[in-house]
């Protein structure tokens, strides 16, 4: 069965400092990979996408940035942290021939 | 722009009843819909997909779509506490490998 792995689980980070998350995939070969953000009272937002290595489209500009280093894994960095940055960071896989998408643990950050 | 509305709630229900959870969605060519329940301070976990008009059984979850009025909603019966929890609505456009939009789900109280 395919496991989606996450960390670290939460985070506290001083402003102006850089981000690195990352996220694997277990059980599959070539899946879809997503990073949403969910902030406190508000949705789900997605930040990026990724169909294989190296291919990542940005959904709304910001100063993150993702990068996928290989097949399973997907990376969200960020070279200066804001305080608007802080949330709930989910990073989530889909199968090619499918539009489900199947959530990891997630990462909770906080910038102070 | 593609939007996905639900009520916040909370809506509360008593034990053993049926829920009820609504959500609309904004873009006539969403074509996949989904619905997550997210326990606080967890990550969202798949519940149900539907992707055709009409009604979907899994369990005591029900998911109903009509595509003409932009309508999705999910019905719970017999009801449980453990199913209190955050309801998100999903909706995908299109064919391709980008993302889900999400309502900011509804808040679901089972009353013992």
């Known amino acids: 069965s395919q496991t989606i792995h996450q960390w670290p689980a939460t985070l506290v980070q001083p402003v102006g400092s850089p981000l690195s998350l990352e996220c694997t995939v277990e059980?599959?070969?070539?899946?879809?990979l997503y990073w949403y953000r969910q902030a406190a009272g508000r949705g789900l937002q997605l930040l990026f996408y990724?169909?294989?290595?190296?291919?990542i489209s940005s959904e709304v500009p910001q100063n993150l940035s993702a990068s996928r280093p290989q097949d399973r894994q997907f990376i969200l960095s960020s070279k200066k942290l804001l305080l608007s940055d802080s949330g709930f960071y989910l990073c989530?896989?889909?199968?090619?021939?499918?539009?489900?998408?199947?959530f990891g643990q997630g990462t909770r950050l906080t910038v102070v | 722009q593609k939007e996905v509305e639900q009520n916040s709630g909370p809506l509360s229900v008593p034990e053993g009843a049926i829920a009820s959870l609504n959500c609309t969605y904004s873009d006539r060519v969403s074509q996949s819909f989904f619905w997550y329940r997210q326990y606080s301070g967890k990550s969202p976990e798949l519940i149900m997909s539907?992707?055709?008009?009409g009604d979907k059984e899994d369990g005591r979850f029900t998911a109903q779509l009509n595509k003409a009025s932009q309508y999705v909603s999910l019905l719970i019966r017999d009801s449980q506490p453990s199913d209190s929890a955050t309801y998100l609505c999903a909706a995908h456009s299109g064919g391709g490998a980008d993302g889900l939009t999400f309502g900011k789900g509804t808040h679901l109280i089972i009353q013992p």
């Open positions: 990724s169909v294989g290595i190296g291919q």
């Open positions: 539907i992707y055709s008009n």
């Open positions: 989530a896989w889909g199968r090619q021939d499918d539009t489900e998408a199947f």
């Open positions: 059980g599959t070969s070539n899946p879809n």
